[in-house]
């Protein structure tokens, strides 16, 4: 076993005295072999549990007791679920995967329908617009109907 393991093994179970059996003997004898976990247990012992197990035991006042004693019985009880309503619990209880299915699906739908124009204004739309304006003012057959003032002599020459 790992170090890190070992330790947490022994600021939990092992120093209350939990830990029974092969898992016992396991930490013991990676406290014979690793200097670092044994002085890690020996500090353990001096700066939490010695302490401990050195203050006096205080026993409240009876007054105390009684105080509490009151206050439990007197507290509100909690309004009891009709059991309809816990049996359709399940019904809105929405699995953590299915929120982040449906927030990825929510964030992607925005983010295509914000960078993409759906309101017929696209390049491509735009462009066809000035296309067709451009055949408007041209005319259908090649004619030039004047429909636009161009404003240069060159333009008018060629049109």
């Known amino acids: 076993m790992k170090c890190k393991k070992i330790r947490d093994l022994i600021a939990t179970d092992y120093i209350d005295g939990e830990i029974d059996g092969q898992l016992k003997a396991t930490i013991e004898e990676h406290l014979r072999t690793c200097e670092s ?12 549990i010695a302490p401990l197990k050195a203050s006096k035991r205080r ?3 009876e007054a105390v007791w ?3 004693k009151e206050r439990i ?3 509100k009880p909690i309004i009891a679920v009709p059991d309809w ?3 359709l619990r399940p019904v809105f209880v929405i699995p953590k995967p299915v929120y982040a ?3 990825a699906v929510l964030i992607i739908a925005f983010v295509l329908f914000a960078t993409h124009p759906f309101n017929g204004r696209s390049e491509m739309g735009s462009y066809l617009e000035e296309q067709m304006q451009y055949i408007y003012y041209v005319g259908v057959n090649g004619t ?3 429909h636009m003032d161009v404003g240069t002599a ?3 020459y060629l049109m």
């Open 73 to 75: 019985k007197n507290k």
């Open 59 to 61: 026993v409240p006042p």
């Open 101 to 103: 299915a449906v927030t």
């Open 154 to 156: 060159i333009e008018e």
């Open 85 to 87: 309503l816990e049996r």
């Open 66 to 68: 009684e105080n509490i």
């Open 144 to 146: 030039y109907e004047n």
């Open 37 to 48: 976990c044994r002085k890690f247990e020996q500090d353990l012992r001096e700066m939490v």
